[in-house]
């Protein structure tokens, strides 16, 4: 016998299906949505913008790394960076700038970073440069850049960075200059994220060091006394002991007799070669690229692999004390090879021209410590797209926390490159397409050692500013931390009362 279900039976059906396919499509819609792939139904752009507050932005490609150490796998670097850009863009777009914001259609608002800039006398940073303003007058005029006082050049330049940073926090308020809106000079305190010393440190080290005449002490010590008290009676400074303010000292030796009072607050150095843990470390301080030396070569006219008939380049000061010992060492090791040029080298005579042009005919070029961990012949050698072999086991590198160096240099442990034929058997062994890829991402990313005026999206003066901005949220993260308990046990102290 046959039975025929009603009508009412298939209709319960029917809808039961209806239910459950439309519930599955869904379920596969509201995934597609959170995929970084190409057919997102949300555009990359938003998606990292929904990202912008959390750590996701920092996390690499999924597709992870490269089996062959040479070949990197393609990273999040420039996702990263664009975020950054999305996230303090103003509401008005210069085309010509090439940067955020300019003038006044960027404002505090817009801003990533708000940035309080104390009116020290000129004697702490133009001063020193000869300029002399009228007896009202803190700053020079930055809104014609032919008429700003000049940096000295040789090795000063170098460690030029308050300089930079301090033209460009002035130049926030040019309507004129065309600039990022990363970093805004706001002009009450309590408004800033950051509050930033305009000490030209490294200069006043390399200049005014000594002690002249008949004084006991040099101006460079009279001025970081000067500082010490400036700051310490200052109410910014009391009221989170220093945390928020930003100090650049540079130079290996600037801030000598300064640093351990002013410790607490975030330092822009080169390195920690000759600062102990307590006072400048990775997780408070910054690391800034020195300004290069050499002339940046632009990209269409970088010689390939088979252009450079020098396999590897040092030129330099050889015998250096404490890590740098290591330098004398490779030298004796590498000095008879016919595809080796590992000779001494100073700035005098045409020593920076000659570098540039060894360089840029050679395929690697060594970045060995020194005196210090870190060294200017790094940054020539990215600006002349030389891959740079790093040959120092304490360095730390500038913007490493969204730059991946392993792309576009190649490591090697002291211990290692001391061996007899080890190192020179390694950079042999380099395959051509390997070196491309690393020269590939070089003439990429150089553009964020670059420093100049005005500044540019993601150059070197707008890299620092992110850098500090990153700094200042792990600053708010662990006093919001410290704050758990603390409001806890005040209420419970009113209510005692």
């Known amino acids: 016998m046959c039975l025929i279900p009603d009508k009412s039976m298939l209709s319960s059906r029917f809808l039961f299906y209806v239910i459950a396919i439309s519930v599955f499509l869904l379920i596969i819609s509201s995934l597609s949505l959170f995929q970084f792939a190409d057919n997102s139904f949300i555009p990359k752009s938003v998606f990292s913008l929904i990202l912008v507050n959390t ?31 999305l996230a303090c863009k103003t509401s008005r777009f210069s085309a010509d700038s090439g940067g955020l914001g300019i003038g006044e259609s960027c404002g505090p608002e817009q801003a990533l970073l708000k940035v309080y800039m104390y009116d020290l006398p000129p004697e702490f940073h133009f001063g020193l440069l000869g300029w002399k ?21 040789g090795l000063n330049l170098q460690h030029s960075i308050e300089y930079w940073l301090t033209l460009d ?36 080290y390399n200049r005014h060091s000594k002690v002249q005449g008949k004084g006991k002490f040099s101006l460079n010590r009279v001025l970081q006394d000067k500082l010490v008290k400036f700051l310490k009676g200052r109410g910014e400074w009391k009221q989170r002991g220093g945390k928020d303010h930003l100090i650049v000292a540079h130079h290996p030796n600037s801030m000598l007799d300064a640093r351990k009072e002013l410790g607490s607050a975030m330092f822009v150095l080169a390195d920690f070669g000759r600062y102990g843990a307590e006072i400048a470390n990775i997780e408070k301080d910054v690391i800034a690229p020195y300004r290069h030396m050499v002339q940046t070569i632009a990209a269409e006219n970088s010689p390939s692999f088979r252009q450079r008939d020098t396999l590897v380049y040092f030129q330099g000061a050889i015998f250096r004390k404490d890590g740098g010992e290591i330098r004398q ?3 004796y ?15 005098q ?23 210090t961990p870190s060294s200017n012949r790094l940054f020539d050698a990215i600006a002349r797209h030389c891959v740079p072999v790093i040959i120092s086991d304490e360095i730390e590198l500038p913007f490493e926390d969204v730059l991946d160096y392993s792309e576009f240099c190649v490591f090697v442990h002291s211990s290692d490159a001391v061996k007899k034929g080890y190192l020179l058997n390694f950079l042999r062994g380099v395959k051509e397409d390997q070196w491309t890829k690393m020269w590939e991402r070089i003439k990429v990313l ?52």
Not at 333 to 347: C, P, Q, R
Not at 349 to 371: H, P, T, Y
Not at 448 to 457: D, G, L
């Open 446 to 497: 150089s553009k964020h050692f670059e420093y100049q005026y005005p500044s540019q999206t993601n150059d070197a003066v707008d890299m620092i500013w992110q850098a500090v901005s990153r700094k200042v949220s792990s600053i708010h993260l662990k006093d919001h931390r410290n704050n758990r308990y603390h409001r806890s046990q005040l209420f419970l102290k009113d209510q005692s009362l």
């Open 349 to 371: 005579s045409n020593g920076v021209r000659d570098a540039a042009e060894g360089m840029s005919s050679s395929k690697f070029c060594l970045n060995i410590a020194g005196d």
């Open 169 to 204: 926090l002035l130049s926030s308020h040019a309507p004129n200059i065309n600039r990022p809106c990363t970093a805004v000079r706001v002009l009450n305190a309590s408004e800033a994220d950051v509050i930033f010393v305009p000490f030209f440190s490294s200069l006043s």
């Open 133 to 153: 303003g009228s007896k009202d007058e803190t700053w020079p005029s930055v809104s014609n850049p032919s008429q700003i006082p000049s940096y000295p050049g």
């Open 333 to 347: 090791l590498l000095k008879d090879e016919n595809d080796v040029h590992f000779t001494f080298g100073s700035i």
């Open 329 to 331: 060492e490779l030298y």
């Open 55 to 85: 750590t996701s932005v920092y996390l690499t490609s999924s597709s992870g790394k490269s089996k062959d150490p040479f070949l990197p796998a393609e990273t999040s670097h420039e996702q990263i960076l664009k975020t950054q850009e």
